[in-house]
Every structure is written in structure tokens, then in C-alpha cells.
């Protein structure tokens, strides 16, 4: 259970999105606005975005289990994500990039920041990229992340996630989020997580989907994004 | 304008905590500067820190920029000027060093139309950072622009506000740029920079 101060500056709909103060993730103290947002007409430069990233992104970048380039593979339990990236009508939404990064088997970052004595694993980056296809559907395949120490109170473990990135089409719509995996016993103590209002909280875990499941490979998870509207439907001519 | 009722949830933001430059500012991904050596324009270099409600600095944070061509065209097919030519982005990221700096070139963004007349030249910015659990949005104006006093996205700012969307030129230092720029982002406090409500 997490006794907090929430703050009321929220951008978008509060009942989904996070407040930017929420204490118990203590690096949001210093760092939320404390001034209203200001309500701005939605211009050219909110409904268009970013889109043209077919040359950077190659089939391998989604393979997070062999992309290190060292012709080894990662260890870990394979696990297969995919989902569909739709709009707010359930319109696909294709050719959006998505990015993710994440720690390794043993809850590790490759990144110089993370200092805790979680093993590295020299076959495995955890960074990948995709685009959506046609159907808005994006596909990696990775191995399941462990969870990890952080100072944010005594004994503070993240529970395992995947990071999200999604960029496309109109720059109001950008969305970076986290993925998480159902029935992890530390979701109910992060306060990262329990900051998004609790009727929103679902839309953030992936499903177990055997039908993703592939025999003697990897183990399947489903999870959606869906982003803001009017905007992105547009986009069609 | 009318919208059918939305049938699907939306999709909640999380932080991008500390660990994201491998991935978003990996070298093959989109980066510091936002356009090609033969795009049309005045080249500008931008420079400036992330601050957080201390006056500290904010050593991880990320920027997301986007901007119009120098004629003031978004490259992109909602804009109806744009000739389906896609040798501009336009789009670009930077990450803040240890002292909370960042700085960027590009060039001047031209006059985007709209309803009656122009918006001031500007650059979009996207701030992400860990601390933050939804990203903000903002804008940096350039100074001694006329049509700063007619823009109708700055005219919403509080006018004790507006400067804090207002670039300051600064004497040119970057030889490839006619134009040098510094603009502060401040999270949080007496400064705090004008974010936007915009979802």
C-alpha cells in the first residue's frame, strides 16, 4: 500500500495519465511543473509529427536475443511480445516507431548508470526497434527481464518491465511508456506503476497468450497501445 | 467538429527513467542535428539547461524537437503544401550532459500558416526525463520576431510567462551557423517554463 501526495497537474485525461508530482516516486518532487499547463490551440505543428524512419530500422533490431553483433545469444527465458498499435477508434496506426530498451535475465542495464551487482550478459544489449506494419502490429523477440534494486525507499525493487517508445505521425500523440507482466508480486509496492490511476493500471501488464506461444522457442505476450485520436485518423489521405 | 465517441482506452505514459541513451540516443537513431548539410535556410545553433526546481541541473534528461522547413512546411502529409520531396526531417533528439546542457543545430523555421494569418516561427520540443511521468510539451520562439505579438499559441501564455518560450540570441560561436541561440528549460519554481496542456 502507498500513502502519497498526488499532485493535480496531469496532462491529458486524468483518469489515464499520471500526475507529473506523485511523492512516492521521490524524483518527481523536484521535478513536476507547479504551474497550470497552458491550454494551446492544436496547430499544424501538434497534428503532424515525425514519420519517415523506414531507413533506420533493419529486421535484426527487433531480435533483442541476437543483436549484441557478438554472434552469441542472450540467456534468459525467450519470450515473444507483440500487440497492435491502434488509435483511440481502433484504427491500426502503421509505420510507427517503436524503440524499447530493458535490463537483462538478471534485472541488469548495459547503461553506466546501473551500478548494482546484477550479472551482465555480454550477448545481450537490450535495446530494440521496429516499425508497425500495415495491421499496426509490432513484434519482438527478447528474453524476460528480471526486476532490479533502486534507492527511490529501503528495499525498493522495480518490477520487471520492457521500455516503450512510440513515435509517429503527430507530435501530440507521442507516448513513452512501460510494459509490464502480469501477476509480478512487485507491481502493487512501485510507485512508478501505482502512479497511473488504478481504473488505467490494467493497460499497462501484457497477457500470457499461448496462441503467441511458439513450441520448443519462446513464450508469448500480448500488449496494445492505443494513442490519442482525431489527429491520427486524418493521416489516411 | 464532431467526434464519434472513442471506443478504446488510451494508453497511460510512464517516466523514461535513467537508462534510456543506449536506445534513444543511439548513434543510428534520430539525433542532435535536425537537418541535412544542403537544406535550405539559415543555419541556427541552440544551446541551453535543463534545470530542476532547485535551480539543479537535470543531467538525464531528453529533448524531442520538431520543426517546419525554412519556408515554414512541415514535411509530412497532413501539410498541404508539402511537395511529397523528403529531404528534410525536421525531427531530432538531444540528451543533457552532466551539467544539464544540451544544444543542437538546425535551421530557422519559417512562418507556419494558419486561420487567418501565420505562427511566429518556432521549434516544438518534447521534455522527457526521469522524475517526469508524462513527458512535457513546449515551444522556443525566436527574439525580435514580430510576429511573437500575434502568435495564438503565445498569446495563451500568461504574458509574465511568454519570455520563458523566447530564445535569447547569443554571439555567434559555431562557425557552420549564421544564427546562436540559448534557451533555458526550467521544470519547476519562480522560472518555471510555460508547459502545454496539449494531449
Given amino acids: ?237 | 467538429m464532431s467526434r464519434e465517441p472513442s471506443v478504446r482506452a488510451l494508453t497511460p505514459s510512464q517516466t523514461v527513467g535513467p537508462f534510456f541513451h543506449d536506445c534513444l540516443l543511439d548513434a543510428s537513431a534520430p539525433c542532435a542535428t535536425l537537418v541535412g548539410d544542403d537544406a535550405p535556410g539559415q543555419r541556427i545553433a541552440v544551446h541551453g539547461y535543463v534545470l530542476d526546481g532547485d535551480g539543479a541541473a537535470v543531467p538525464d534528461a531528453v529533448l524531442e524537437l520538431w520543426q517546419a522547413d525554412d519556408r515554414g512546411v512541415y514535411h509530412h502529409p497532413l501539410d498541404a503544401r508539402w511537395s511529397g520531396r523528403s529531404d528534410f526531417s525536421g525531427f531530432g533528439r538531444v540528451g543533457t550532459d552532466g551539467d544539464g546542457r544540451f544544444e543542437f543545430t538546425s535551421v530557422l523555421p519559417g512562418p507556419v500558416p494558419c486561420d487567418g494569418g501565420h505562427h511566429a516561427p518556432h521549434i516544438s520540443i518534447a521534455i522527457f526525463a526521469r522524475g517526469l511521468l508524462n513527458h512535457l510539451f513546449t515551444r522556443m520562439y525566436f527574439p525580435d520576431e514580430p510576429s511573437n505579438d500575434t502568435d495564438a499559441t503565445l498569446l495563451r501564455v500568461p504574458p509574465l510567462r511568454r519570455q520563458t518560450l523566447i530564445a535569447r540570441a547569443m554571439p555567434q560561436s559555431d562557425e557552420r551557423a549564421a544564427r546562436a541561440y540559448r534557451f533555458d528549460i526550467v521544470l519547476q519554481g519562480r522560472d518555471e517554463t510555460a508547459f502545454f496542456a496539449i494531449a
Fill in chain 1, 1 to 237: 500500500m502507498i500513502t502519497t501526495t498526488i499532485g493535480e497537474i496531469v496532462r491529458g485525461d486524468a483518469n489515464v495519465f499520471p500526475p507529473y508530482l506523485y511523492d512516492a516516486y521521490r524524483s518527481t518532487i523536484r521535478r513536476a511543473p507547479q504551474q497550470p499547463l497552458i491550454d494551446v490551440p492544436l496547430t499544424l505543428s501538434e497534428t503532424t509529427g515525425p514519420w519517415q524512419f523506414t531507413e533506420r530500422v533493419t529486421k535484426e533490431d527487433a531480435d533483442l536475443t541476437r543483436n549484441a553483433g557478438t554472434g552469441g545469444e542472450a540467456i534468459g527465458q525467450r519470450i515473444i511480445v507483440t500487440g497492435h498499435v491502434t488509435d483511440d477508434r481502433g484504427a491500426p496506426l502503421p509505420n510507427m516507431l517503436i524503440e524499447i530498451w530493458q535490463a537483462n535475465a538478471a534485472g541488469r542495464y548495459v547503461h553506466k548508470a546501473d551500478k548494482w551487482p546484477g550479472p551482465l550478459d555480454p550477448n545481450f544489449l537490450g535495446i530494440g526497434r521496429c516499425l508497425t506494419n500495415d495491421a499496426g502490429t509490432y513484434r519482438f523477440l527478447t528474453v524476460r527481464p528480471g526486476a532490479y534494486p533502486w534507492r527511490n525507499e529501503s528495499n525498493a525493487w522495480r518490477p520487471a518491465h520492457i521500455h516503450f517508445s512510440v513515435l509517429g505521425r503527430a507530435w501530440k500523440d507521442r507516448l513513452v511508456t512501460q510494459m509490464y507482466f502480469a501477476d509480478d508480486p512487485l507491481l502493487g509496492r512501485d510507485p512508478i506503476f501505482n502512479a497511473v490511476p488504478e481504473s488505467s493500471r490494467s493497460r499497462l501488464i501484457a497477457s500470457y497468450d499461448h496462441d503467441i506461444t511458439e513450441p520448443e522457442w519462446a513464450l508469448g505476450w500480448r500488449w496494445d497501445v492505443v494513442l490519442g485520436g482525431a489527429a491520427a485518423t486524418v493521416f489516411e489521405a
